[in-house]
């Protein structure tokens, strides 16, 4: 009987001391303070630079006049090459919702262009049975206007991937067109011969521009974010060069040079700003 009072006691105690035990060790009330959640929106100003990893175009044409007949005949530049690498803007936008915004841009950007004719005719006032060989230079500017719109993918860590795509217009100006004609040996001789030089006015006109974007911006501050991205643009062909003083004396009209359309690859890279 001892013995089992004992056990009792024992197991009574044990299990007074395991409740307060437990009810000393409940964990503290945790308050957590209320987040209040505002949905991204408002204006943003943007400015980027970009750099053209590759830029690739379509041939570039022309027509050459016969003042004799009055026709026109077709043609193309064995070579060409523009150049131009580097390209700014800046723009205006608006984030409508976390998920999507959109923007208005300028951009320039600037280039030169390289080109080389070869003919088995004369050069103008070369000798019979010679020919022709013609190299051409000239720089062009080239500013655009592009609506955009934007799809950001979520953000973690303070990056936010997104694409988009973009349409507007691009002023391509061209400065002069300056070429020299150098005679080639054919079946006569050049003997000599004097380079000749000649100039044809340069040209400008609106094209058509579509873009497509995609890249991820980091949040520096709450109000501002680092932009870097990839962008194709595809600016359409249109008139680069029209006739030299002497054929238009003789009856040319119209253009006489036209360009191929421009595809640029570039990777960019920016800031945006928001402005509440």
Not at 3 to 23: K, N, P, W
Request: with cysteine; charged share 20%.
């Amino acid at each position: 009987m001892i013995r089992f009072d004992a056990l009792a006691l024992a197991a009574m105690m044990a299990s007074a001391f395991a409740g307060t035990a437990f009810a000393g060790g409940l964990p503290p009330e945790i308050k957590m303070p209320e987040v209040s959640v505002k949905d991204a929106r408002g204006w943003y100003l943007r400015g980027d630079v970009g750099y053209a990893v590759n830029a690739s175009h379509d041939d570039t044409t022309f027509r050459t006049y016969d003042p004799i007949g009055g026709d026109y005949s077709a043609g193309r530049f064995d070579s060409d090459r523009f150049s131009g690498d580097f390209s700014g803007g800046l723009g205006v936008g608006y984030q409508f919702n976390d998920l999507f915004r959109a923007d208005l841009t300028g951009d320039y950007f600037s280039g030169d262009f390289d080109g080389r004719i070869s003919s088995a005719s004369p050069c103008s006032g070369g000798a019979g049975g010679t020919g022709c060989s013609t190299k051409a230079r000239s720089s062009f500017k080239a500013g655009s206007l592009m609506v955009n719109g934007y799809v950001d993918l979520g953000t973690l860590a303070g990056f936010t991937p997104y694409v988009g795509a973009g349409l507007g217009a691009t002023r391509v100006s061209w400065n002069s067109v300056n070429t020299i004609g150098s005679c080639v040996d054919g079946v006569s001789g050049c003997g000599g011969a004097a380079s000749v030089s000649t100039r044809y006015p340069g040209e400008s006109d609106w094209r058509m521009t579509y873009a497509l974007m995609a890249g991820v911006g980091y949040e520096v501050t709450p109000n501002v974010k680092l932009d870097l991205g990839y962008r194709f643009s595809h600016i359409a062909g249109g008139d680069m060069f029209g006739y030299s003083a002497a054929d238009a004396a003789a009856g040319a009209g119209g253009t006489m040079g036209r360009d191929g359309a421009l595809s640029r690859h570039e990777i960019r890279i920016g800031l945006r700003i928001t402005m509440w």
